[in-house]
Protein backbone atom coordinates (compact mmCIF):
# COMPACT_ATOMS: atom_id res chain seq x y z
CA UNK A 1 0.00 0.00 0.00
CA UNK A 2 1.30 3.73 -1.03
CA UNK A 3 1.10 6.08 1.16
CA UNK A 4 -1.02 8.05 -0.92
CA UNK A 5 -3.53 4.67 -0.45
CA UNK A 6 -2.87 5.17 3.45
CA UNK A 7 -3.97 8.64 3.18
CA UNK A 8 -6.80 8.37 1.32
CA UNK A 9 -8.47 4.97 3.57
CA UNK A 10 -9.92 2.36 2.09
CA UNK A 11 -10.88 1.94 -1.69
CA UNK A 12 -14.26 0.68 -2.35
CA UNK A 13 -13.27 -2.77 -3.72
CA UNK A 14 -11.69 -3.62 -0.49
CA UNK A 15 -14.94 -2.31 1.63
CA UNK A 16 -16.47 -4.56 -0.47
CA UNK A 17 -14.55 -7.54 0.14
CA UNK A 18 -14.10 -6.49 3.75
CA UNK A 19 -18.19 -6.79 4.21
CA UNK A 20 -18.85 -9.49 2.41
CA UNK A 21 -16.89 -11.66 4.98
CA UNK A 22 -18.29 -9.97 7.30
CA UNK A 23 -21.49 -11.01 6.04
CA UNK A 24 -23.35 -7.58 6.50
CA UNK A 25 -26.22 -7.07 5.24
CA UNK A 26 -25.33 -3.23 3.54
CA UNK A 27 -22.14 -1.92 4.37
CA UNK A 28 -22.45 2.00 4.61
CA UNK A 29 -19.48 4.39 4.65
CA UNK A 30 -19.38 7.36 3.82
CA UNK A 31 -21.97 8.41 1.02
CA UNK A 32 -21.84 4.05 -0.07
CA UNK A 33 -24.16 1.56 0.32
CA UNK A 34 -23.24 -1.72 -0.67
CA UNK A 35 -24.89 -5.29 -1.00
CA UNK A 36 -23.52 -8.03 1.33
CA UNK A 37 -23.02 -10.16 -1.76
CA UNK A 38 -21.03 -7.27 -3.62
CA UNK A 39 -23.19 -7.41 -6.34
CA UNK A 40 -24.58 -4.10 -6.48
CA UNK A 41 -23.95 -0.80 -5.16
CA UNK A 42 -24.63 2.82 -4.53
CA UNK A 43 -23.57 6.43 -3.79
CA UNK A 44 -26.03 8.58 -1.97
CA UNK A 45 -25.65 12.98 -2.26
CA UNK A 46 -28.54 13.87 -0.28
CA UNK A 47 -29.17 11.38 2.48
CA UNK A 48 -27.09 9.80 4.59
CA UNK A 49 -25.72 6.23 4.06
CA UNK A 50 -27.19 4.51 6.75
CA UNK A 51 -31.04 6.38 5.96
CA UNK A 52 -30.47 4.90 2.39
CA UNK A 53 -29.90 0.91 4.05
CA UNK A 54 -32.57 2.02 6.43
CA UNK A 55 -35.02 2.78 3.56
CA UNK A 56 -34.04 -0.69 1.78
CA UNK A 57 -34.27 -2.25 4.60
CA UNK A 58 -37.96 -0.94 5.37
CA UNK A 59 -38.51 -1.47 1.16
CA UNK A 60 -38.40 -5.47 1.56
CA UNK A 61 -39.95 -5.22 4.59
CA UNK A 62 -43.03 -3.54 3.19
CA UNK A 63 -43.13 -5.68 0.23
CA UNK A 64 -40.76 -8.80 0.80
CA UNK A 65 -39.93 -10.86 -1.59
CA UNK A 66 -37.12 -13.26 -0.81
CA UNK A 67 -36.33 -13.89 -4.58
CA UNK A 68 -36.00 -10.41 -5.51
CA UNK A 69 -32.97 -9.12 -4.57
CA UNK A 70 -31.53 -6.43 -2.76
CA UNK A 71 -30.20 -4.14 -5.58
CA UNK A 72 -33.65 -3.86 -6.70
CA UNK A 73 -35.06 -2.71 -3.77
CA UNK A 74 -31.76 -0.21 -3.41
CA UNK A 75 -33.55 1.05 -6.99
CA UNK A 76 -36.47 1.19 -6.66
CA UNK A 77 -36.13 4.19 -2.89
CA UNK A 78 -32.93 5.99 -4.82
CA UNK A 79 -35.56 8.61 -6.06
CA UNK A 80 -35.58 9.47 -2.65
CA UNK A 81 -31.72 10.50 -2.62
CA UNK A 82 -32.70 14.60 -3.71
CA UNK A 83 -32.18 17.61 -2.03
CA UNK A 84 -35.85 18.71 -2.22
CA UNK A 85 -36.52 15.02 -0.35
CA UNK A 86 -33.76 14.37 1.71
CA UNK A 87 -35.30 16.61 5.00
CA UNK A 88 -38.72 14.88 5.28
CA UNK A 89 -36.97 11.19 4.30
CA UNK A 90 -34.53 11.61 6.83
CA UNK A 91 -37.22 13.15 9.61
CA UNK A 92 -39.09 9.62 8.73
CA UNK A 93 -36.34 7.38 9.46
CA UNK A 94 -35.53 9.37 12.59
CA UNK A 95 -39.01 8.55 13.40
CA UNK A 96 -38.66 4.98 12.46
CA UNK A 97 -35.85 4.47 14.58
CA UNK A 98 -37.33 6.21 17.70
CA UNK A 99 -40.38 3.74 17.12
CA UNK A 100 -37.41 1.31 16.76
CA UNK A 101 -36.26 2.30 20.31
CA UNK A 102 -39.43 2.06 22.20
CA UNK A 103 -39.52 -1.47 20.67
CA UNK A 104 -36.36 -1.80 22.99
CA UNK A 105 -33.63 -1.64 19.92
CA UNK A 106 -31.01 0.60 19.14
CA UNK A 107 -32.58 1.86 15.24
CA UNK A 108 -34.56 -0.07 12.75
CA UNK A 109 -31.42 -1.49 11.20
CA UNK A 110 -30.39 -3.45 14.58
CA UNK A 111 -33.94 -5.34 14.55
CA UNK A 112 -33.04 -8.42 13.49
CA UNK A 113 -36.23 -10.26 13.23
CA UNK A 114 -38.21 -9.18 10.46
CA UNK A 115 -41.61 -9.53 12.90
CA UNK A 116 -40.37 -6.64 14.70
CA UNK A 117 -39.46 -4.58 12.22
CA UNK A 118 -43.20 -5.21 10.58
CA UNK A 119 -44.56 -4.79 14.08
CA UNK A 120 -42.60 -1.44 13.96
CA UNK A 121 -44.01 -0.38 10.56
CA UNK A 122 -47.52 -1.20 11.54
CA UNK A 123 -47.34 0.97 14.25
CA UNK A 124 -46.77 3.53 11.64
CA UNK A 125 -48.95 2.95 8.84
CA UNK A 126 -50.92 6.03 9.27
CA UNK A 127 -48.06 8.27 9.73
CA UNK A 128 -46.92 10.42 6.00
CA UNK A 129 -43.58 8.90 5.63
CA UNK A 130 -44.22 5.41 6.10
CA UNK A 131 -47.63 5.81 3.70
CA UNK A 132 -45.38 8.51 1.15
CA UNK A 133 -42.82 4.94 0.92
CA UNK A 134 -45.29 2.39 0.43
CA UNK A 135 -47.04 4.70 -1.86
CA UNK A 136 -43.40 5.04 -4.15
CA UNK A 137 -42.76 1.41 -3.86
CA UNK A 138 -45.80 0.26 -6.00
CA UNK A 139 -43.99 1.84 -8.98
CA UNK A 140 -40.63 2.03 -8.05
CA UNK A 141 -40.22 -1.74 -7.62
CA UNK A 142 -42.46 -3.30 -9.85
CA UNK A 143 -41.98 -0.63 -12.53
CA UNK A 144 -38.31 -2.31 -12.91
CA UNK A 145 -38.65 -4.58 -16.35
CA UNK A 146 -35.80 -6.53 -14.73
CA UNK A 147 -38.10 -7.86 -11.84
CA UNK A 148 -41.01 -8.95 -14.18
CA UNK A 149 -39.69 -12.44 -15.41
CA UNK A 150 -39.26 -12.61 -11.59
CA UNK A 151 -42.85 -12.46 -10.56
CA UNK A 152 -43.87 -14.60 -14.23
CA UNK A 153 -45.00 -11.26 -15.98
CA UNK A 154 -44.08 -10.69 -19.89
CA UNK A 155 -44.76 -7.23 -20.12
CA UNK A 156 -47.33 -5.46 -21.85
CA UNK A 157 -48.87 -7.29 -24.60
CA UNK A 158 -50.78 -4.21 -26.73
CA UNK A 159 -48.29 -4.25 -29.59
CA UNK A 160 -48.28 -7.82 -29.50
CA UNK A 161 -52.15 -8.07 -30.15
CA UNK A 162 -53.35 -8.26 -26.53
CA UNK A 163 -53.73 -10.49 -24.18
CA UNK A 164 -56.39 -12.62 -25.49
CA UNK A 165 -54.19 -15.03 -27.60
CA UNK A 166 -51.36 -14.13 -25.15
CA UNK A 167 -52.21 -15.94 -22.04
CA UNK A 168 -55.43 -14.39 -21.07
CA UNK A 169 -56.53 -17.93 -20.29
CA UNK A 170 -53.31 -19.22 -18.82
CA UNK A 171 -54.25 -19.66 -15.01
CA UNK A 172 -51.20 -21.96 -14.48
CA UNK A 173 -50.17 -19.87 -11.94
CA UNK A 174 -52.74 -20.26 -9.06
Given at each position: ??????Q????????????V?????F???P???????G?W??????????S?A???????D???HD????EF???AV????????A???????????????A???????A???????????R???????????????????Y?Q???????????A??????Y?D?G?????W?
Amino acid sequence: MTATSQQRGMTRRELLSRSVAMGATFVVGPAFVAGSDGAWAMETTALKPESMATLIQMARDIYPHDHVADEFYAAAVKGYDTAEAAEGIEAGIVALDAAAQAAGHDNYLAMGWERDRVDVLRSMEDDPFFQQIRGGLVTGLYNQKAVWPLFGYEGASFELGGYIDRGFNDINWL
